[in-house]
């Protein structure tokens, strides 16, 4: 059983496997946060609550007691307007104008399975036998309810939160701020990890001290964003990669998000997760509800590796869909770099035949394929064969590359539409765009209202067309801008505040059809690279294309903050040419290859040009991680260094959940004269098993490896890399 509820003190507790969080009702009927942390059998924490008058924090009416202010205790989901100053779960006006709200508790019930959201991802059961707790809140002026959704995944120590606003008033109400979950913390001093960046420099990693006064970290750009990540970790300020508490939230949505943390004036920590409220505002009518997205949150006390850990278990196997959610994806090659824009049928096969000789499993023709595309001007919205390219038809060319052995795959971006294209010509009026103003361009584009069922159906029978056409296999969903002027021609003037989510549950609709309609194709998500990385695309796409950015040393340090939160089997990164077309960095095919080998992995390059030497390597490759594949996408994930600090190598390792198997991968970053040999300590192994590193003839125990460490002698030339195999010795 993982929910309790003792009726006689009006306490819940939710147990997972490693973590116990708690809440009571209290005499007044607020519900009041006890504790999240570190598992504990049995025991009241509310012994945690201390009462104290402090200046300024007012009292409920009912208190009659100047020591109880919601203002300094901890809540489970704060609203505003009722004597609570710090930042507010939510806001929402009512017809008269007022925006008090005072939810009091009514009741609960437990569920079997999941909490289910319309119209919107959510962590599924796969035969986990979840449990789920709805604690129902009232505010008994207006009859408005709320309900605290908690579904709890024991064995994976993961909560999935969620909050269903339920408008049983007499009147519209509007919603300008509801937050998916509320975390306060008491007696804490907790530090901040969180994952910043920007185009192609995706998840860059951030830790340091909570200030006093709010830390906030959104986008306002219409999807999750290349600039901010929508997760975030407090830990403690002892806690490393082994040791320590430390919490992990991350949001299963898409679009404009917001985490913000107060420290407020008694150096207590309040963290709220959820749709941002700039920009938005919600009508709800009489008898209507209104859904937020989940948040996922997980505890380790045993530092940032077993956090990753759980939430990497729970995008994989409940998160991810299809097919292809745990089997092994294609090796893929990818023409983009190779070609850009400027290619027709005979270079395209040519390209094939190439892959197709060294053992590259898929084929996958990106952008310029369709409409007047000869550049990023033209064409898009326009999702039929451009014959000037492909003078033989879609079809012909399908048919050809799997005639090679190879499957083909195909490159869209179905959000986007170009003023120069049929169908912007057609339906002016489906463009993201205020009326009488200009709009901003981007990559000289505009958006697609997706909240407008026409676009989705326009789009929804343009790619069926294209996918029942031929033998596609795959998909890379791009969306190479940020939105703005938002407005909808099909919205009144009251509900353009609904745009930005009505946009994303739009989104969400279609890539539903898709999904459901063709269950065996692989869809890869994109959005410029990294800018829609976020476990509400996972739902549809099990793999997202990691960064614009190829270059194998930029992206140790994208990789490394990627997967804090994200499995690895979620990344896609290929080996790209040299120099690198966005650094102009050379760097040898043995270093690329290692570092594209953690996530999806595949090439985009023009291989009809490089080295014979090289093409041998490449057929290696392709050998070993075949071999590895399994251990990489599957394995638990150790980073051994962190990119850019005083370590002079990068160095990351995968472990079979058997403990047989591990995977050791280093780059050196730094080298100079006169170091010492490197010295690396792994982790995960089983200390009394006996493993062999391949072409190794000495035996070491689990215990040697993780404590003395393997040494590797002089490091020598321009980025080098290792990548060891290690295995449990039999018998």
């Known amino acids: 059983m993982s929910i309790f509820f003792n009726e006689e003190k009006n306490i819940f507790t939710l ?40 200046s300024f924090s007012g009292n409920p009416f009912e208190a009659n007691d100047r020591t109880f202010s919601l203002d300094v205790i901890p809540q489970e989901y704060s609203s505003v307007g009722i004597g609570d100053y710090r930042i507010s779960s939510m806001n929402l006006i009512e017809e008269n104008g007022c925006n008090v709200f005072e939810p009091k508790y009514i009741g609960y019930k437990i569920k079997d399975g999941v909490k289910k959201i319309e119209g919107m991802p959510y962590i599924y059961d796969n035969q986990d036998k979840p449990k789920t707790l709805e604690i129902y809140l009232k505010d008994k002026i207006t009859n408005i309810e709320l309900v605290l959704n908690y579904t709890i995944f024991y064995d994976m120590d993961i909560i999935a939160r969620s909050v269903t606003l339920k408008n049983n008033s007499n009147s519209i109400i509007k919603l300008n701020k509801i937050m998916s979950s509320c975390l306060d913390f008491y007696y804490k001093d907790l530090e901040i990890i969180h994952f910043y960046g920007r185009h192609a420099m995706e998840r860059m990693t951030e830790r340091r001290g909570l200030p006093y006064g709010i830390t906030s970290i959104c986008s306002k750009r219409g999807t999750s964003s290349h600039q901010h990540n929508p997760s975030v970790i407090l830990c403690e300020k002892n806690t490393t990669e082994d040791f320590g508490n430390c919490y992990g939230m991350a949001l299963v949505y898409s679009g404009n998000f917001l985490i913000e943390i107060e420290k407020d004036q008694l150096e207590q920590i309040r963290a709220n997760i959820g749709i941002n409220p700039e920009n938005f505002s919600y009508e709800v009518k009489k008898g209507e509800i209104f859904e937020t997205p989940q948040v996922l949150i997980t505890f380790s006390n045993e530092g940032l590796s077993k956090l990753s850990h759980n939430f990497h278990k729970a995008i994989r196997n409940n998160i991810c869909r299809g097919k292809y959610k745990l089997q092994r994806r294609p090796i893929l090659i990818n023409n983009w770099e190779a070609t850009y824009f400027d290619f027709d049928e005979e270079k395209i096969l040519n390209i094939a035949k190439q892959a197709s000789d060294l053992g590259i499993e898929m084929f996958v023709l990106d952008d310029g394929w369709f409409g007047k595309r000869d550049d990023d001007n033209s064409g898009l919205g326009d999702w039929f064969v451009n014959k000037n390219k492909l003078k033989n038809g879609l079809a012909h ?127 890869e998500g994109c959005s410029g690279g990294g800018g829609r ?189 290792y990548q060891l195999y290690i295995k449990e010795m039999e018998g």
């Open 15 to 54: 147990q997972t496997k490693n973590s116990t969080y708690q809440m009571k009702v209290d005499e007044f009927d607020f519900l009041i946060h006890l504790y999240y942390g570190n598992k504990i059998e049995q025991g009241n924490m509310e012994y945690l609550i201390t009462k104290t008058d402090i």
């Open 397 to 523: 060319l399908v048919k050809n590359i799997n005639n090679m052995g190879m499957k083909f795959g195909i490159w869209f971006e179905p959000e986007m539409i170009s003023e120069d294209s049929d169908l912007f010509r057609k339906n002016p009026d489906w463009v993201v765009k205020v009326p009488n103003r200009n709009p901003n361009k981007s990559r000289n584009q505009l958006v697609l209202d997706m909240s407008r069922k026409d676009v989705r159906d326009y789009l929804f029978s343009c790619i069926s067309s294209i996918l029942d056409s031929a033998n596609i296999e795959y998909i890379k969903w791009d969306m190479n801008r940020s939105i703005c002027d938002a407005f909808s021609s099909v919205l009144s003037k009251d509900k353009q505040g609904e745009f930005y989510h009505r946009y994303i549950l739009g989104l969400y609709e279609l890539l539903e059809k898709i999904v459901v309609k063709y269950p065996n194709i692989l869809l």
């Open 533 to 721: 990385f976020d476990i509400g695309m996972l739902y549809y796409f099990p793999q997202i294309w990691c960064s614009d950015n190829t270059d194998a040393i930029e992206r140790l340090e994208i990789q490394y903050g990627t997967s804090f939160i994200y499995p690895i089997c979620s990344v896609g990164s290929h080996v790209s040419a040299i120099p690198n077309h966005q650094t102009g960095r050379k760097t040898n095919i043995d270093t690329r290859a290692i570092v594209a080998m953690s996530g999806s992995f595949g090439y985009e390059m023009d291989l009809g040009i490089i080295e014979k030497e090289e093409k041998i390597k490449v057929k290696q490759q392709i050998k070993e991680y075949l071999k590895y594949q399994s251990i990489i996408h599957n394995g638990l994930y150790y980073r051994l260094s962190e990119p850019n600090s005083k370590d002079w190598y990068t160095a990351w390792q995968f472990v079979s959940e058997d403990l047989k198997e591990s995977l050791l991968n280093i780059v050196v970053t730094k080298l100079g004269p006169n170091r010492l040999n490197l010295n690396i300590k792994l982790k995960g192994l089983d200390k009394n098993k006996k493993y062999k590193i391949q072409n190794d003839k000495k035996i070491y125990t689990g215990d040697m490896l993780m404590n003395g460490g393997i040494v590797l002698k002089n490091p020598f030339g321009d980025f080098p890399a």
